[in-house]
């Protein structure tokens, strides 16, 4: 039985100042849900939630790792260091970071063998772009994101993966994918899962979908039977619009 997961991703918004404030806005309004909460931020703010949060449910997370544990790669954060934050999630593979910063399914892969080998777990995202989709390619694409990023993980250790299907054409524009678009693709993601890792892991792996996620068309997604959750990127910032998300 997989447990919804909604998580927000604040990408690079909110100082530390702001994050505290969130989380005491957002701690008044949450009653505890059969949804899991997350909200995945800024390296600077982790500690800080892992800290406001410790009294309730509501998860944190990171937004990206080094694969190495340790050594000249300045500007990265290691495992090790995430995992004294306290924090529960890390994503990776989004693709902002594959647009801007050189991720690639490879890196993709490292990253995600070495959090299922922690307490951490990773939210793997994928997703194809507007070219790829009209080009008639977006499961071409999908599936070897998803074969690539999982390629040597043994379905034993899967049970901590999560899976973000982030279509980029849907990505802050505005521009959600139909109910029916996102449950399709979900679909194939559990298919293509299967193929994988065989049908046990593969029935553990929670599907988020994200892409303009709103309060106003949470629950037509959350609804689809394929979708086990959201990932929530600029309506995660408002703790009334996260929290009306988590209700939906
Ligand atoms: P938006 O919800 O702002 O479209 O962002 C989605 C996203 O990238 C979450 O990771």
Not at 52 to 57: G, M, R, V
Not at 75 to 91: K, N, R
Not at 212 to 222: F, G, L, R, T, W
Request: glycine residues 8%; hydrophobic residues 40%; charged residues 25%.
């Amino acid at each position: 039985m997989r447990i919804p997961f909604i998580a927000g991703n604040w990408k690079m918004f909110k100082t530390k100042k702001e994050a505290v404030s969130f989380a005491e806005e957002f701690k008044k309004l949450y009653k505890g849900t059969d949804v899991k909460a997350a909200v995945c931020a800024p390296f600077t703010d982790l500690e800080v939630l892992v800290k406001a949060f410790e009294d309730t449910e509501i998860k944190v997370g990171a937004q990206n790792m080094h694969f190495a544990d340790e050594g000249a790669y300045t500007g990265e954060i290691s495992l090790a260091m995430l995992e004294e934050t306290g924090v529960d999630f890390c994503i990776v593979g989004h693709s902002e970071r594959r647009q801007y910063f050189g991720e690639t399914d490879e890196t993709v892969n490292l990253k995600v063998k070495k959090l299922l080998d922690s307490r951490i777990s990773p939210i793997m995202c994928l997703g194809e772009t507007l070219e790829e989709r009209d080009g008639g390619k977006a499961f071409e694409v999908v599936k070897r994101q998803l074969q690539k990023g999982l390629e040597g993980v043994a379905p034993e250790k899967a049970a901590s993966l999560v899976i973000a299907y982030e279509p980029v054409w849907a990505i802050g524009t505005g521009r959600t994918a139909t109910p029916q678009q996102a449950g399709e693709m979900c679909a194939f993601i559990r298919e293509t899962l299967i193929e994988i890792l065989g049908e046990e892991a593969a029935d553990m792996v929670i599907i988020q979908y994200g892409g303009s996620v709103k309060p106003e068309n949470a629950s037509d997604i959350m609804n689809m039977d394929e979708i086990d959750g959201a990932l929530v990127g600029g309506a995660s910032l408002n703790p009334e619009s996260f929290m009306a998300i988590i209700d939906f």
